[in-house]
């Protein structure tokens, strides 16, 4: 690959209490998961430990602008 030392890649939403992780395993492959409200993010190449709710503290979300709407709704 050529990140061979990426241990772990996170998305954090700004619209809604969301988070992403993608975990590299140690044959390669990746392992997503979907945290959410309530939710423990674990990264174990840094021993890692953070709640969810911990990272939104204080946060106030961004509004979705422009979503795409199917044709024919609204």
Not at 7 to 16: A, G, N
Not at 26 to 38: A, E, H, I, T, V
Not at 57 to 74: D, S
Request: aromatic share 8%.
């Amino acid at each position: 690959g050529a990140l061979p030392s990426l241990r772990d890649y996170v998305l954090v939403s700004q619209y809604r209490v969301s988070v992403d992780h993608f975990e590299r395993r140690s044959d390669g492959s990746w392992l997503f998961r979907q945290l959410g409200p309530g939710d423990v993010l674990r990264l174990r190449s840094i021993k890692l430990r953070l709640r969810v709710d911990e990272l939104y503290e204080g946060v106030a979300l961004e509004p979705r602008v422009g979503r795409l709407r199917a044709k024919g709704v609204g």
